[in-house]
């Protein structure tokens, strides 16, 4: 389930965590994803006891398959980066490097002028992240236990690393399209009534927003 090639790390906060992870895993040249807190003091958070901590997704993507800015688009695009919230639900994008910075830097000062209300989003150096429980992980996914079974994943820490959990777990809520997902069925080694039982649900669901 794992898949071997060199990535790099993009770090976005944009409020609950369960839907970013469906949104990025089903992303072009996503290979893994997770789940977690980040930007806080508190050492070892956990879910009921988060002190200052955010709720964070954390991707290894492919860069000769998707760029960081192309990353950060769909970040601007997934969720209103002008709502007043709690800690907990900010939006932030935490850089890894300096061209990380700028491009994020640059693309933020875009959004300022494309909204009339202002942008709550922090641009933040990446701190320490620290893993959610693993049931938060691919909840999306996790909610259709006898899938999981079909396709061999157990649910525990290694659905972190399954480079199949991230994209089912986008496609089983109708992210990611139906070309897409049938051009990668084979890559994915889903077998035919596997296969079926996930574009069904990725047909019904496609366009649909889903509340935490
Ligand atoms: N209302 C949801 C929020 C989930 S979330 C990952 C719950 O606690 O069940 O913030």
């Known amino acids: 389930h794992d898949v071997d090639v060199e990535t790099k790390k993009a770090t976005f906060a944009l409020a609950c965590f369960w839907e970013p992870d469906a949104i990025y895993g089903a992303q072009k040249g996503v290979i893994r994803t997770r789940v977690g807190y980040c930007g806080g003091e508190k050492e ?8 200052d901590h955010t709720e964070t997704i954390d991707i290894d993507y492919d860069p000769n398959e998707v760029t960081y800015s192309e990353l950060l688009d769909l970040f601007w695009k997934s969720h209103d980066p002008t709502a007043k919230t ?3 639900y900010m939006s932030i994008i935490f850089y890894h490097d300096q061209e990380q910075k700028k491009l994020a830097e640059e693309k933020l000062r875009e959004e300022v002028k494309k909204h009339s209300d202002p942008i709550l989003t922090k641009v933040l150096p990446a701190t320490t992240f620290y893993d959610a429980e693993d049931y938060h992980q691919k909840y999306r996914l996790q909610q259709h236990p006898s899938l999981m079974k079909a396709v061999n994943l157990e649910p525990g820490p290694k659905v972190k690393s399954s480079h199949l959990a991230a994209r ?21 080694g889903l ?4 296969a079926k039982i ?3 649900l990725l047909v019904k669901n496609e366009g649909r927003q889903l509340v935490c």
């Open 191 to 194: 077998d035919e009534g596997t």
């Open 198 to 200: 996930v574009r069904e």
């Open 86 to 88: 709690t800690v907990q």
């Open 168 to 188: 089912l777990n986008g496609y089983v809520v109708g992210k990611g399209g139906v070309a897409q997902f049938d051009a990668e069925v084979k890559k994915l």
């Open 44 to 51: 070892n958070p956990t879910y009921k006891d988060l002190g």
